[in-house]
């Protein structure tokens, strides 16, 4: 149960960090920021997507 909650959180942190890296690209914002914020929302997401796909419900 709390790995499912972990990939919870980890893929709402990769999905703000890719919304932010979304709107730092609209506003012509520093490509290094861009990069870093994309890249690490990335990580967390699809960790995220994966620690909830591959983690069993042990009712």
Same mark, same amino acid.
């Given at each position: 149960?709390?790995? *499912? @909650?972990?990939?919870? /959180?980890?893929?709402?942190?990769? /999905? !703000?960090?890719?919304? &932010?890296?979304?709107?730092? $690209?609209?506003?012509? !914002?520093? &490509? *290094?920021?861009?990069? /870093? &914020?994309? @890249?690490? !929302?990335? @990580? $967390? $997401?699809?960790? !995220?997507?994966?620690? @909830? *796909?591959?983690? *069993?419900?042990?009712?």
């Amino acid at each position: 149960m709390e790995k *499912r @909650i972990f990939g919870v /959180i980890l893929t709402l942190l990769g /999905i !703000g960090g890719l919304i &932010y890296a979304a709107v730092l $690209f609209a506003e012509g !914002g520093n &490509y *290094r920021q861009l990069a /870093i &914020y994309g @890249i690490l !929302g990335a @990580i $967390f $997401f699809f960790s !995220g997507v994966g620690l @909830i *796909r591959t983690t *069993r419900d042990n009712v």
